[in-house]
């Protein structure tokens, strides 16, 4: 815990430089404000995402996968599971990160459709979308539950095909560094190679609250998914503009955010529908 605490300050302070940079140089909103509102919130999300969140996701794991573990006959001694199994344990660990990479964008883009599209689901992942300034801090502005649902489903088919689960630790801290970088006020597209990797415009676009531009965008980092199925929106001449949930406003409290799903669980489908296809 303690280790990862400091690696997590570790990273903060170095992207805290590092996209400081960036957005000062290459703004998608010029002088937007980095005190901005729900600023503590976010920073309070940075560090409990990895050391509360990232655990959940691990136990929800276990508790799903070590019952099949059992059915197939693998074997439950953590060396084991940690070096994988099958023919896949024969690829180099550092070939099943890019691997897994691959394969999870494509779980994450329909775990992530499927959270605008259930309503139930979209309450959770509301608080994600509440932010009207979006950075790169915006980025950790996750709900547990939805972090648990999401990263849970990509990681249990991939633990089961035999991947090793350390293979994606080897890319975490970039991962990590990346996710921040396609929120942060930076303009870059990418130009010819918007298909290929998401760009802070692309996933930015994801957050406007236009009406063009609801319902796209839901790779996180392989667009290609989402020119494949119809979500693709990528303006060359434009730069979004306006964040947050269409029609609501959500408090800047981590209490409040945390409560949020519960106390709007019957929110009515009508104006639901409007926020959740904002998003």
Do not use: C
């Amino acid at each position: 815990m303690e280790t990862r605490f400091i690696r997590t300050l570790i990273l903060f302070f170095i992207l805290t430089i590092v996209f400081g940079i960036l957005e000062h140089f290459w703004p998608s909103i010029p002088n937007q404000p980095k005190l901005r509102r729900g600023l503590g919130v976010d920073v309070l999300y940075w560090f409990f995402t990895p050391l509360v969140t990232q655990v959940l996701v691990m136990v929800a794991v276990a508790i799903v996968a070590l019952p099949i573990y059992v059915l197939l006959g693998r074997s439950l001694d953590i060396n084991s599971i940690l070096a994988g199994y099958g023919p896949v344990e024969k690829i180099p660990l550092w070939q099943q990160g890019l691997i897994v990479i691959v394969l999870g964008d494509f779980i994450g883009y329909w775990t992530h459709r499927i959270n605008h599209t259930i309503t139930q689901l979209w309450m959770f992942h509301a608080v994600h979308h509440s932010s009207e300034t979006v950075d790169w801090l915006t980025a950790v502005r996750i709900h547990p539950v939805n972090d648990v649902f999401s990263k849970g489903i990509q990681a249990l088919p991939i633990v089961l095909l035999g991947f090793s689960p350390i293979a994606v630790e080897l890319y975490t801290p970039l991962l990590s560094s990346y996710i921040a970088l396609i929120h942060a006020n930076v303009s870059w597209n990418y130009g010819p190679f918007r298909y290929a990797i998401a760009s802070p415009a692309f996933h930015r676009w994801h957050h406007e609250i236009d009406k063009k531009a609801w319902g796209k965008n839901y790779a996180g980092l392989f667009p290609i998914y989402d020119v494949i199925f119809g979500t693709f929106y990528l303006p060359l001449n434009q730069q979004p503009k306006e964040f947050g949930i269409y029609g609501e406003k959500m408090t800047e409290n981590f209490i409040d955010q945390m409560l949020y799903p519960f106390r709007n669980w019957k929110f009515p489908r009508r104006r639901l529908n409007t926020a959740r296809t904002s998003r």
